[in-house]
């Protein structure tokens, strides 16, 4: 099996020059005890809502200090926080935080090649990031929602994570 799975919807054109844009899937963080070992056993089994999306960006340049790739994503200000879960949990809004960090290898596994980015998009990523309403309410305004929009605006792919939904056969 390859090491990264591709969309079918991708554009095969000329790529030379231009940035990839993978989503990549991760279990949530949860609080330490009964709680992280629940979340960890629902990640194990493939369970979309207990999964947490991100976008993360190889630049065909790649930036300094070794790093090869930049994941964005936005989850809760506090998302190890039991207060913040039950806000969660309860349908509450909570503070949200759009974080982007540097990695040094795309990961080997929930990660899906998505397209390229039709202009420079670490700066396309920020300025949208800029934009971003911060208020964070799980299912109506949340991970999937930033990472299918940051998508939309990188690649112009709409609903991409329904996309992986559908050719995962029901598991992204």
């Known amino acids: 099996m390859a090491k990264f799975q591709s969309l079918s919807f991708t554009n095969s054109t000329l790529t030379r020059g231009k940035d990839e844009v993978y989503v990549a899937a991760v279990a949530l963080r949860a609080t330490k005890g009964p709680a992280q070992?629940?979340?960890?056993?629902a990640y194990s089994l493939n369970l979309r809502l207990l999964q947490h999306f991100m976008v993360i960006i190889k630049p065909f340049s790649p930036p300094p200090l070794k790093s090869q790739a930049i994941v964005f994503d936005f989850q809760p200000e506090d998302?190890?926080?039991?207060?913040?879960?039950?806000?969660?949990l309860s349908g509450r809004a909570v503070p949200g935080v759009v974080l982007t960090r540097k990695l040094t290898k795309l990961p080997r596994s929930r990660c899906w090649f998505v397209g390229y980015s039709k202009e420079e998009a670490v700066d396309k990523a920020y300025k949208f990031n800029n934009t971003w309403e911060t208020d964070l309410r799980v299912g109506f305004h949340d991970?999937?929602?930033y990472t299918n929009g940051l998508v939309e605006h990188l690649t112009g792919e709409k609903l991409v994570l329904e996309h992986l939904r559908r050719i995962n056969g029901g598991q992204s």
């Open 37 to 41: 070992i629940f979340m960890s056993a």
């Open 79 to 88: 998302p190890e926080n039991i207060y913040t879960a039950l806000a969660v």
């Open 143 to 145: 991970c999937r929602d």
